[in-house]
């Protein structure tokens, strides 16, 4: 719980600190020149939000109509989202500490280092959970002590059995650590694939070119707002005013707290150098 509110800080930040922070430079670069339209940083960042936005209703209404009535998948729906979010993120972080100058490199890596582990903490722990809490409402779904009911001695009491509550215990068996691992997959491998991407065009790459600033500021900017939907909407309201915090205890509330704080000022502190 304590990872998970960690990882919610450190994905806030990051979108706040290091994405629509970097994105509003690259639009503000005087290479570019004076915008026609000022708030093109934020216009961008509200597309990337109703993007996230639409993804997840969509998926969300299928997965319910097609699939199942669980939120098994609207867990699987919500991870997804994020990780395209960080992805995007991931990818650029890649070009970039190849394409940066050899007196920035050794301390953007040292960066980037913890940079990717703290992301890879927010994702892992939302990874990890996914159908945890659909386990845990079969198990005892109005979070209620047990009811004990009389039965005549000759009948005893019978198991009941509803389809619903078949179907979600199926759901969340069905994710299994190869699948989770299969999830994980995609931001373990997106960074090399962004520095191969640079080495690629190392020679070719033009930092102060019109269309590469560009480039960089929509993919910052979108990227920023898809995280500020899932970090503000789905982890942050999503545990602690519908969640498991909703109703948490005093000490679980305080290390969630502290979890969450911490997070995100430890990827303040890191803005200061990437």
């Not at 990818?91 to 280092?113: A, E, H, R, Y």
């Not at 019978?158 to 995609?186: F, G, H, Q, Y």
């Not at 191969?196 to 190392?202: F, H």
């Amino acid at each position: 719980m304590v990872l998970k509110q960690f990882g919610t800080g450190v994905v806030i930040s990051t979108a706040f600190v290091h994405l629509l922070t970097h994105a509003q430079l690259m639009f503000s670069n005087e290479c570019i020149g004076e915008l026609q339209y000022e708030a093109t940083t934020s216009a961008i960042v509200m597309a990337g939000m109703f993007f996230a936005f639409t993804v997840e209703t969509a998926s969300h209404r299928l997965a319910r109509k097609f699939w199942t009535r669980s939120r098994y998948n609207d867990e699987v729906v919500g991870v997804a989202v994020l990780e395209a979010g960080i992805l995007f993120h991931s990818l650029l972080i890649g070009v970039t500490l190849v394409v940066s100058g050899d007196s920035f490199f050794i301390t953007l890596f040292v960066v980037i280092l913890f940079h990717q582990m703290f992301e890879g903490i927010a994702l892992g722990t939302r990874i990890a959970s996914v159908g945890h809490h659909v386990r845990a409402d079969v198990v005892n779904p109005d979070h209620a002590p047990p009811v004990i009911t009389e039965f005549p001695p000759e009948q005893g009491p019978k198991p009941i059995s509803t389809p619903d509550t078949l179907d979600e215990t199926r759901n969340w068996k069905s994710l299994s650590m190869p699948r989770k691992l299969l999830m994980a997959v995609p931001f373990a491998l997106i960074t090399p694939i962004g520095m191969a991407i640079g080495i690629g065009v190392l020679r070719q790459f033009n930092g102060n070119d019109p269309s590469t600033l560009i480039a960089l500021g929509t993919l910052d900017a979108l990227s920023a707002g898809i995280l500020i939907w899932v970090g503000v909407v789905e982890m942050w309201a999503g545990d602690w005013m519908f969640g498991e915090l909703a109703n948490a205890s005093l000490v679980e509330t305080t290390l969630a707290g502290f979890g969450l704080i911490g997070g995100v000022i430890l990827m303040c502190l890191l803005g200061k150098w990437a």
